[in-house]
């Protein structure tokens, strides 16, 4: 009985190092409920967790805007190049 | 696909495959290179040799295949020049006790401070929004080495952030 339950729960180690790959996604179905579970009843990873969000959601905040002129340079170059106009000495075909 | 493409339908795939992907390219290449100048050579770069090499790519996950010319462009062109990393971004707030601005401001200068494969996988997955599978073609590494990477690199800025008692921000969702 108790090795089946813990087989069936996680240890705070475990989903230690569980947990970026769980933030992400990255985790398939089986092991995030898992995850998930011990999440609802342990304090210590609940905080982890919520600092971890707010600091994943503070990295997005501060992603930079892409450069509009930069954008704009380089696809018109890919169009460039859809269109088969490719710079002088650049024409040589790959390997 | 897999046949030699000519003419018309080699340009074709390019538009298909290559075009819609340039934005997330920039992003990956302004991480790579922390430069905004560097970057857009690198994506120049990148763009040519996906041009000439996309008669021989199958159409199936282009993502995939442009990450991995953008990783081989890069890892090249290291080699010739070294690549200034960029400050971090002078953070121009102002003066602000506002708790959310501090933790903002802690969690950008630990980022900063993070060893460079540390930086570059967090940035990755959390400024571009790469999988943990791009991230490791980009890189040309094993996604276990990803995860490994982002882990401590995380757990650094946890750290820091928290030594910096900084409180946080209540859920409010």
């Known amino acids: ?95 | 696909m897999g046949q030699p493409l000519e003419g018309r339908t080699r340009q074709e795939a390019f538009a298909r495959c290559v075009l819609p992907e340039v934005e997330l390219l920039l992003r990956v290449g302004r991480s790579l290179t922390r430069h905004p100048a560097d970057a857009e050579d690198l994506l120049q770069h990148t763009l040519l040799r996906a041009y000439r090499a996309v008669d021989r790519f199958d159409g199936r996950h282009p993502r995939a295949w442009l990450l991995t010319i953008l990783h081989d462009t890069h890892a090249e062109r290291r080699q010739r020049s070294h690549t200034a990393r960029a400050a971090a971004t002078a953070n121009e707030e102002p003066e602000s006790v506002v708790v959310q601005e501090a933790f903002d401001a802690a969690v950008e200068e630990a980022l900063g401070a993070l060893p460079g494969k540390f930086r570059t996988v967090v940035e990755l997955v959390d400024l571009d929004g790469l999988s943990y599978q791009e991230v490791a073609v980009t890189l040309g590494v094993p996604v276990g080495t990803v995860t490994r990477r982002l882990h401590r690199g995380r757990g650094r800025i946890r750290a820091a952030v928290e030594a910096a008692g900084i409180p946080q921000q209540k859920e409010d969702r």
């Open chain 1, 1 to 95: 009985m108790m090795l089946h339950r813990r087989r069936e729960e996680l240890r705070c180690k475990e989903v230690g190092r569980l947990l970026q790959s769980y933030l992400d996604g990255e985790l398939d179905e089986l092991w995030a409920r898992r995850v998930a579970r011990h999440l609802e009843d342990c304090r210590r990873c609940g905080m982890a967790v919520h600092t971890y969000t707010e600091i994943k959601r503070s990295l997005r905040h501060s992603a930079d805007a892409l450069p509009e002129d930069t954008l704009h340079r380089l696809r018109a170059f890919g169009r460039q190049l859809a269109e088969g106009r490719v710079p002088p000495g650049e024409e040589e075909a790959g390997a």
